[in-house]
C-alpha cells in the first residue's frame, strides 16, 4: 500500500536518524535499527512496559537489598513477633520470629531472581537443542529424542523434582537444578512444532542448496525463528518456576530457613493465615507481582518478537 | 560420454513417490528429458502435474527418487556435494517465503561464500547487487523492508554467488505483478547473456515460457505430455489435445 | 442506464507507523449498473480495498469514508452495522480469492450453503436444502447429492470456488463483487469458473465488479473496465478497447505482458511517471 510517503516536515537527526535509517550502512547498524523499532513497539505498549517496570524493580531491589531494607532480614525480635504491619517500624509487619516481613521480602528478590535466571538460561537451551535436532534431522533421532521428552513429561513435575533433590540433596542449587530437569520438556515440545514449520520452508531449501550442513543451519536458521516464542513462553512460566521453587521450599527440599525465600516463608505464614493475615499474604503479593510482571513482560515480547507481525 | 556434448542436465527415468503403502502417490512417473548447455528448457503444466517435484529432485532437495539424473554429464546420487551446488542453484517460487526473514541481504548473499570458502567477499556481494539492479543501499536491509521484486532480485543475487552454470527457476515471477514480472524476466534473460547460463524453467504461465525457452516439456498427473518448440507452441501446433487445451486458455482476449 | 451502485470521492487510509496516514485509496468515483464491471490493477493500486469499502469490511485501523455510497437508493454509510449485515451476503455479495480461506472446515459444503441461504432469507429447512442441491447444480457440478455432503478439504480449488459462487447466489444478490475469483485456480479451470459465473451473472441481470490483477481476463469477461493505480483510476474504458488504451500506465501494463501470439526479445519495462500518482483520479461513472 505504498502510497504517498510523506515525508515527515523535521526529518530526524544525529543518532535517532542512525537508529531509524531505511538503508543501515553496516551489519550493525541493520541490528541496532532493528533492536529500536522493535523497542518503539514494545514501548508503546503501556502493560508490557508496566511488566518491565516491575522486573526492573525486582532486579534493583536485590542489587541493593541492603540499602533498601530497613530491617536485618535475619535478626530476630520474640517480643515484637507477629506485629501487624505498621506498628512499631515494621513496614509490613513481622513473622514468628519478630523479623521485619518487608526486609525478607526484599532480601528475598535476590533468591527469586537467582531462581529465575538459572531456571531461564539452562531450560530453554536444553529443550531448543533436543527439539530442533528432533524436528530437523526427523527419522530415528526424532522418535528417541521425542520419547525421552514424553519420558520426562509423564511424571508430575514436582514429584520429578522431588526424586532430583532427594538423590542429590536438598538445597537452593538442587532444587534449581531440579526445576530446570523437569522444566525443559515444553520448550522442546515448543522448538519441535516451530522446526516442523520451518523445515520445509524455501529459505531452509535455499541454504540447502549452498551446501549447509544439519548444525550449521539448525544453529544459524532456526534457532533465530524459535527463539521468540521461546522466549515469550519463558517470560510466561517464570511465575510457575517460582511457585515450584516455592513448593520445595515448603518440602523442605529447596531453600533452608533462615534463607527469606518468599514461597518458604509462605508456608511459614500458614499457620497464622486466619489471625495474622500479614505474615503470608505479604510475600504472596510478592509473588503476585513478579508473577503479573513476567507475564505482562511476556505479552508485550510476543507482540513484538512475532515474526508474522512484519509479514507482507 | 564425451565432455563437450554432455547435456548440462540429463533425467531419465525419474520416478518420485510420496507417502508408504496405501497412501503412497507417484508425484513423478518416468519422467526423461535433456536440457542441453546454454539453453532455456521450459516446464509447463497445472498443479499437482509433478513439474516442481521433477525440479526439486534434480536440486536435491528430494530424497525418494528412482531413475537417473545427470548434472553437467555427471551422475549424482541421492545425497549431494558441494561440488554440484556450485555447478547448479535455483531460484523459489514465493520471494516472501524463500529469504530468512532475520537475516540481512548482505548476511543471506554472504552465506554462501563463506561456506564454500571465497576471497573478496565484500566485493563479491557488492558487483552482484549491482548485477541485479539493486545497488549497495540495499546491502543491509531486512527482507521485510523490500518488495516482492526486490526481494526476488536478492533470491536470483543468492543463487549466483556460486558462480553456477545451471539456474532451476521455480515459477520466478507467479508471485509478482506483471510489470515486476517484465522486469524480472527481462533481468534473467540479461544474466543468462552476461554467465552464459542454463536455465530450467518451471511455470504454469505459457506465454511466460514461450517468452523464456527455447524448448518445453509439457506436463500432466507426473508424466511428460509432449514436448515442442516454443515456436510450434506460439503457432499452436501441438500433438496432444492436452497441450492443445492448455494453449487455448492461455490465450486471452488481448492475444 | 440506471447505475446499481454509485460511488463518490471514495477515500480508505491507514495509520502509519510514527503517526501520518497511508492513502490506500485516494477519493475514486465510479458507478456500476448491472454489468459487469472490471477493475484492474497491480498489489497495492487500492482495487481490492475499494471492493472491501463499498461492503464496509475495511478492517480497523483502516478507514474508508465517501462522499456517498449509493447503493439502489440506500445511502450504504449511513446504514446500522445490524441493517448492513442485511445486505451483505443477500443483496450484495463477495467471492474471494482462496475458497480454502472462506468456507468453515468442519461443515459439509451443502449445509453451509443451505445455512447462508436460510440465514439472508429466512426460509425453511427443506426449501433451502432444495436451493443448495439447484445452485450446485448451476454451477455445473455434476453430481449435487454428493458433492453437498463433502467437507472443504474434500474438495479441488476449482470446486471449492464454484461452491463459494453457489453459496453467493443463491440469495439471489442484486450485485456481486469478485475479487481474484481464480487467481488460486489452474488456466484451464480459471475459464470454466468465469464462464460459469459469467453466465450466472447475465441470466440473473446481476451487477458484476470483478477485481482483478489480469489484464486478459478482465479483457474476457468484462463490459467495462477500471484501472487503477497508486489509489486512483487512471483510465476507464470499454474493456473490448483495452488494447487500445490511452493512458500510457495501462499502455505500459499491456506492453509488459508477455504474449502467445507475439515473441519479443525484451519485455518492456515499465517507467512510471510520478505524475500517474499525482493526477486526479478519472470519474468512472457510466
Known amino acids: 500500500m505504498t502510497v504517498r510517503e510523506e515525508r515527515a516536515a523535521e526529518a530526524p537527526q544525529g543518532w535517532r536518524a542512525w537508529l531509524t535509517a531505511e538503508a543501515p550502512q553496516s551489519r550493525l547498524q541493520a541490528r541496532s535499527v532493528q533492536a529500536y523499532l522493535a523497542w518503539c513497539d514494545f514501548a508503546a505498549n503501556p502493560l508490557a512496559m508496566a511488566g518491565l517496570v516491575i522486573i526492573a524493580a525486582l532486579v534493583f531491589a536485590s542489587a541493593f537489598a541492603p540499602w533498601i531494607a530497613s530491617h536485618d532480614p535475619l535478626a530476630q525480635d520474640l517480643a515484637a513477633r507477629l506485629t501487624p504491619p505498621g506498628e512499631a517500624g515494621y513496614l509490613l509487619g513481622s513473622d514468628e520470629l519478630g523479623r521485619d516481613i518487608y526486609s525478607r521480602i526484599i532480601h528475598g528478590a535476590s533468591v527469586t531472581l537467582f531462581i529465575v535466571a538459572l531456571v531461564a538460561v539452562t531450560a530453554p537451551v536444553i529443550g531448543l537443542l533436543v527439539g530442533t535436532a528432533a524436528g530437523y534431522l526427523g527419522g530415528w533421532v526424532d522418535v528417541v529424542l521425542m520419547r525421552i521428552t514424553d519420558i520426562f513429561l509423564a511424571f508430575p513435575r514436582l514429584v520429578l523434582a522431588l526424586a532430583f533433590v532427594a538423590a542429590l540433596g536438598a538445597g537452593i542449587g538442587n532444587a534449581i537444578l531440579a526445576i530446570t530437569l523437569t522444566a525443559w520438556p515444553p520448550y522442546a515440545r515448543i522448538a519441535r512444532a516451530e522446526t516442523l514449520t520451518l523445515r520445509n520452508s524455501d529459505f531452509i531449501a535455499a541454504v540447502q542448496m549452498q551446501g549447509a550442513g544439519p548444525m550449521r543451519i539448525i544453529i544459524g536458521h532456526i534457532w533465530p525463528l524459535c527463539m521468540s516464542s521461546i522466549i515469550v513462553r519463558v517470560t510466561l512460566d517464570m511465575a510457575g518456576v517460582i511457585l515450584t521453587a516455592a513448593g520445595l521450599g515448603f518440602l523442605g527440599l529447596g531453600a533452608q530457613p533462615p534463607l527469606p525465600e518468599w514461597g518458604a516463608m509462605i508456608s511459614a505464614g500458614r499457620k497464622f493465615i486466619l489471625d495474622q493475615w500479614w505474615v503470608a499474604t505479604m510475600p504472596g503479593l510478592a509473588i503476585f507481582i513478579v508473577s503479573l510482571g513476567f507475564n505482562l513482560l511476556g505479552d508485550g515480547l510476543r507482540d513484538v518478537l512475532d515474526p508474522r507481525r512484519q509479514a507482507r | 560420454m564425451p565432455m563437450p556434448e554432455a547435456p548440462a542436465i540429463l533425467v531419465q527415468g525419474l520416478t518420485v513417490a510420496f507417502g508408504r503403502g496405501a497412501g503412497r502417490m507417484t508425484a513423478v512417473d518416468d519422467v526423461s528429458l535433456t536440457v542441453r548447455v546454454g539453453e532455456s528448457y521450459g516446464l509447463v503444466g497445472e498443479s499437482g502435474s509433478g513439474k516442481s517435484t521433477v525440479l526439486r529432485a534434480i536440486a536435491g532437495l528430494i530424497a525418494g527418487w528412482n531413475g537417473r539424473i545427470a548434472v553437467a554429464g555427471e551422475a549424482v546420487g541421492k545425497r549431494r556435494d558441494r561440488a554440484f551446488f556450485r555447478q547448479l542453484q535455483m531460484v523459489f517460487q514465493d520471494p516472501y517465503g524463500s529469504l530468512h526473514p532475520r537475516h540481512t541481504v548482505d548476511r543471506t548473499l554472504s552465506e554462501p561464500l563463506l561456506l564454500h570458502g571465497f576471497d573478496r567477499v565484500e566485493a563479491r556481494i557488492e558487483a552482484v547487487l549491482e548485477q541485479v539492479g539493486l545497488g549497495p543501499a540495499f546491502r543491509f536491509r531486512f527482507p521485510h523492508q523490500l518488495s516482492g521484486g526486490q526481494r526476488q532480485r536478492v533470491a536470483i543475487a543468492r543463487a549466483l554467488m556460486l558462480e553456477p552454470r545451471i539456474l532451476l527457476l521455480d515459477e520466478p515471477t507467479s508471485a509478482l505483478d506483471v510489470s515486476v514480472q517484465a522486469e524480472i524476466l527481462n533481468l534473467l534473460s540479461d544474466l543468462q547473456a552476461r554467465h552464459s547460463l542454463t536455465y530450467l524453467l518451471v511455470s504454469h504461465d505459457l506465454p511466460v515460457v514461450a517468452h523464456m525457452c527455447d524448448e518445453v516439456a509439457v506436463m500432466r498427473r507426473g508424466r511428460v505430455v509432449e514436448t515442442l518448440t516454443a515456436g510450434a507452441m506460439r503457432a499452436s501446433h501441438a500433438a496432444q489435445s492436452y497441450t492443445q487445451d492448455l494453449l487455448a486458455a492461455s490465450r486471452g482476449a488481448l492475444d | ?286
Open chain 3, 1 to 286: 442506464m440506471t447505475s446499481l451502485l454509485r460511488v463518490e470521492d471514495l477515500t480508505v487510509t491507514f495509520p502509519k507507523r510514527g503517526g501520518g496516514l497511508v492513502e490506500a485509496v485516494r477519493g475514486i468515483s465510479f458507478s456500476v449498473g448491472r454489468e459487469r464491471v472490471g477493475i484492474v490493477g497491480e498489489s497495492g493500486s487500492g482495487k481490492s480495498m475499494t471492493g472491501r469499502a463499498i461492503l464496509r469490511l475495511v478492517r480497523p485501523p483502516g478507514r474508508a469514508a465517501a462522499r456517498r455510497i449509493d447503493f439502489d437508493g440506500i445511502d450504504l454509510q449511513s446504514l446500522s452495522e445490524r441493517k448492513m449485515r442485511g445486505i451483505r451476503g443477500q443483496r450484495i455479495s463477495m467471492v474471494m480469492q482462496d475458497p480454502k480461506f472462506s468456507l468453515n472446515p468442519v461443515m459439509s459444503v451443502g449445509r453451509q450453503i443451505a445455512e447462508a441461504y436460510r440465514l439472508h432469507t429466512g426460509s425453511a429447512k427443506g426449501e433451502a436444502a432444495a436451493k443448495t442441491l439447484e445452485m450446485l447444480a448451476a454451477v455445473q457440478i455434476d453430481d449435487p447429492e454428493r458433492v453437498a455432503g463433502l467437507y472443504p478439504h474434500e474438495v479441488s480449488g476449482g470446486m471449492g470456488q464454484r461452491i463459494m459462487i453457489a453459496m453467493m447466489l443463491a440469495p439471489d444478490p442484486d450485485l456481486l463483487i469478485a475479487d481474484e475469483p481464480t487467481s488460486a485456480l489452474d488456466v484451464t479451470v480459471q475459464r470454466s469458473v468465469l464462464a460459469i459465473l459469467d453466465r450466472l451473472v447475465r441470466d440473473r441481470g446481476m451487477g458484476l465488479i470483478l477485481i482483478s490483477h489480469d489484464l486478459n481476463l478482465v479483457a474476457s469477461f468484462c463490459d467495462r473496465v477500471i484501472i487503477m493505480y497508486a489509489g486512483r483510476i487512471v483510465e476507464t474504458c470499454v474493456a473490448g478497447a483495452l488494447d487500445r488504451a490511452e493512458h500510457p500506465y495501462t499502455q505500459a501494463l499491456l506492453a509488459a505482458l508477455p504474449r502467445l501470439s507475439a515473441p519479443a526479445e525484451r519485455l518492456a519495462a515499465m517507467r512510471r511517471d510520478p505524475a500517474w500518482a499525482d493526477a486526479a483520479s478519472v470519474d468512472a461513472h457510466a
